[in-house]
């Protein structure tokens, strides 16, 4: 597809009424005007809303947002988020009742299966999953115990609008333990640092100011729209490195606790957000790898963070006597050594996980948890070429987490249990466990052939 001319403006800043709208993945909802895609911000499905256009830079779809709605859902309601009600991006489905947001999030990871993962609902059944939904883990306010946040030139914390650096401020987001910002009015922060609220498993709120290096503009594909332009504000982000980390509440260390286990870890590490779900996860993997993998006695925790599923392995399995955790990160590798110093089953090691698989020892079950890109077809190449008897892989990605699933269908692997979590209510996110296993009537290579 040729792009646009992005000076041409095409249908930018034109208004249209569009009906029929269903969910896409990313969070907005897609209808159709004259043939073209449109993708909507602020709609849900079934409405009749008009839109104004915002980008048109590709010949086949734009993106517009709501300007009113004609004919609201039933599962419409007042923004329960007052910081994405006043402008902010945090909260982009907090206008939709929860149980309407979790059937939305489940539509998507059921799509994004059957399109990128050759997974269909028949497939899926063939397989041994009856049903793909989407589980709520909680209430759907106060459910973040880590949160990084902007601060605006005036020195005031706040979100970032959508797909953009501008900061929004004087509204409060509703992810947030209670609890977790409070102190944040009361300090004088550095205009244009970040701030790093972390509550820890035992009780202790930890904040921290992190002075920037300034942002280098990032360069990136054009005619992409507004993906691209929140693409692009990400990188401009990552590309910023901390000059100064200031503790200005609590320490520069968590205590972060699951199944009877203890790591510190320092609050700018990676934990994860939902207060309830690294304790679910592991039951879920534990579960998981008690019914399918009974008797292993190895594993890999491919991207393991600190662990948590490593320990969560070692108490589902009697039998296991080895378990190798893949870390990049060197704190959360630190703090995984010191959390598994007197366990002779579990071994850590800090690398990317493409390179360290062909030297670890044969696994009968691997846990992945990837970031949000996914693990890519190497990674799965290199997991499935160790012929383990289980695979769980987790994803906080629907598209990437559908792709993953059918790189394992080509490489001969089925999931027999498939679960979505609601682990950012609010949100568009959603995050995926599989637990796959091998079948030798896949593998051809082909992902859209049917199950026999
Ligand atoms: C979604 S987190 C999962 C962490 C852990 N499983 C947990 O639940 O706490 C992904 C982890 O992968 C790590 N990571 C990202 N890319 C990696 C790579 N190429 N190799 C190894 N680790 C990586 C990150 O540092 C992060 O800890």
């Keep these: 597809m040729s792009a646009r001319p992005a000076e041409s403006g095409g249908w930018t800043g034109s208004r249209r009424e569009l009906t029929d709208l269903r969910p896409a993945h990313g969070g907005a909802m897609v209808g159709r005007d004259e043939g073209r895609a449109v993708f909507v911000r602020g709609a849900l499905p079934g409405e009749r809303v008009l839109v104004e256009v915002t980008e048109d830079r590709h010949r086949s779809y734009c993106h517009a947002v709501v300007v009113e709605v ?232 491919l991207y393991g963070g600190v662990g948590v599923f490593a320990g969560a392995l070692c108490d589902a399995i009697d039998t296991l006597t080895s378990v190798v955790v893949v870390e990049a990160d060197a704190a959360a590798t630190a703090a995984a050594r010191a959390t598994y110093a007197d366990d002779d089953r579990v071994a850590v090691y800090r690398g990317p996980v493409d390179a360290a698989l062909a030297n670890l020892p044969a696994p009968d079950v691997v846990v992945a948890d990837p970031p949000r890109s996914g693990a890519g077809r190497s990674v799965v190449e290199g997991i499935c070429a160790a012929a383990p008897a289980l695979v769980v892989h987790v994803g906080c990605d629907a598209a990437t987490f559908a792709r993953d699933l059918g790189t394992y269908r080509e490489l001969g692997y089925r999931p027999v249990e498939l679960v979505g979590l609601d682990a950012f209510p609010l949100t568009h996110h959603v995050e995926a466990i599989a637990a796959l296993v091998p079948d030798p009537t896949l593998g051809s290579g082909r992902s859209d052939e049917p199950l026999p």
């Design 70 to 301: 004609v004919e609201p859902s039933a599962h419409r309601i007042d923004p329960v988020c007052a910081a994405a009600a006043a402008g902010a991006g945090c909260c982009d489905l907090s206008f939709a009742t929860d149980d309407h947001a979790r059937d939305i999030k489940a539509t998507v990871l059921r799509e994004q299966l059957e399109r990128l993962g050759g997974w269909s609902a028949d497939a899926l059944r063939a397989a041994g999953v009856d049903a793909v939904g989407v589980a709520s883990l909680g209430a759907p306010t106060h459910w973040r115990t880590r949160v990084r946040m902007p601060v605006d030139a005036a020195g005031v914390v706040g979100v970032h609008a959508p797909a953009s650096d501008a900061v929004v401020t004087g509204a409060r987001c509703a992810q947030p333990i209670v609890g977790l910002l409070d102190g944040l009015d009361a300090h004088s922060w550095t205009p244009g640092a970040e701030v790093v609220a972390v509550a820890g498993d035992d009780g202790v709120m930890h904040l921290t100011e992190l002075v920037m290096s300034p942002a280098t503009p990032a360069r990136g594909r054009s005619g992409r729209g507004r993906d691209d332009r929140r693409g692009r504000a990400q990188r401009a982000r990552a590309g910023r490195s901390v000059t100064r980390e200031t503790v200005v509440a609590g320490s520069d260390t968590a205590v972060h606790r699951v199944g009877g286990r203890t790591w510190l870890l320092p609050v700018t590490g990676f934990w994860q957000a939902h207060r309830s779900a690294p304790t679910r996860y592991g039951e879920l993997v534990a579960e998981m790898a008690a019914r399918h993998a009974p008797t292993a006695t190895s594993a890999w925790d």
